[in-house]
């Protein structure tokens, strides 16, 4: 096993997003994110365990790229509650991109809990050429 | 390295004696108003028990860890769920974040009566893994009917 799975991976809060207007009742969490950028796209990983490929809305409004998404609870009537560590709420989490994106060429996949939304760079302004003939 | 850790668990054990029993009450009494988030401080994977006439019901917060990553035992009355989350594997790019954690893990909770090994079951579905852990026959709750004499 290498050293960077050896390490044992420590639980967090699921941290209370502040002064979202949800419409959904529960509570609003941030969901932990990985952002990587290469030269043609940028990806986002977040982590939404329990939320269905379904509830998860992806919106680019200019450059503010907003993710939501919601998980059901699960338990089912007639269970008693012996220990309860985590809730059930939405997920959200709101960024602003640096970068131009191709909006038509967004893709956004959920997988095992976990959203992978890529973000194409949009072709910048190639320089133009101009072609010089000679004149006859 | 594989590091085992013993959650805190909280379910009140059988046999105790009066004031052990009212220990364990205050401390869930205490659990109860510091809400759910503060009771298992840095030990991954969360996880709601519940529980009903037949069966126990674990639920993990699992995201992105692959089936074959994910292990679940059952030894006696412990119950453990263990694996490893890998960081996904990108060629040439630049982290702007990296908040979501990688590694191992490996949790073990106590559950407080027997259990039947026929019927348990454990299913992954959108990240969430939930084990259904049937009670043995003799830890199940029953009535016995009062006749007159």
Redesign the interface.
Known sequence: ?NE???????????GDLEASEGTRPGPVFTP????????DAI?V?A??????PEHVTVDLNEDVLTITGY?ED??EE??????????CGTFQRRFTLSELVDQAGIKAT?????LRLELPKADRARPARIEVRAGA | ?L?R?LGP???RPTGLGDLDRMRYDMLRLFDTLAG??E??????????????ADN??I?C??????LDDLEVGVVHRTVTVSG?????E?E???????????????RS?VLPSALEADGMDAV?E???L?ITLPLAEAAKPRQIAVKSA
Request: hydrophobic share 30%; charged share 30%.
């Open positions: 096993m960077e799975s050896s390490r044992a991976i420590e639980m967090r809060e699921k932990p994110v990985d952002i990587f950028e290469s030269a990806t990983l982590d939404m365990p329990g939320v269905q998980c699960g338990e007639g269970r008693v509650r012996v220990v309860q560590e985590y809730r959920v997988t095992d809990g976990v | 390295m590091v850790r668990s909280r379910l759910p988030e009771r298992s401080r840095g030990v991954f994977p969360a996880m709601n028990v519940t529980q009903d126990f019901y639920r917060e699992l995201p992105g860890v692959r490893k989350r890998e960081a996904p990108e040439g790019v630049s982290y702007h974040r990296k908040e979501r954690a990688s590694g191992s893990f490996s909770v992954y959108h990240g969430v939930t």
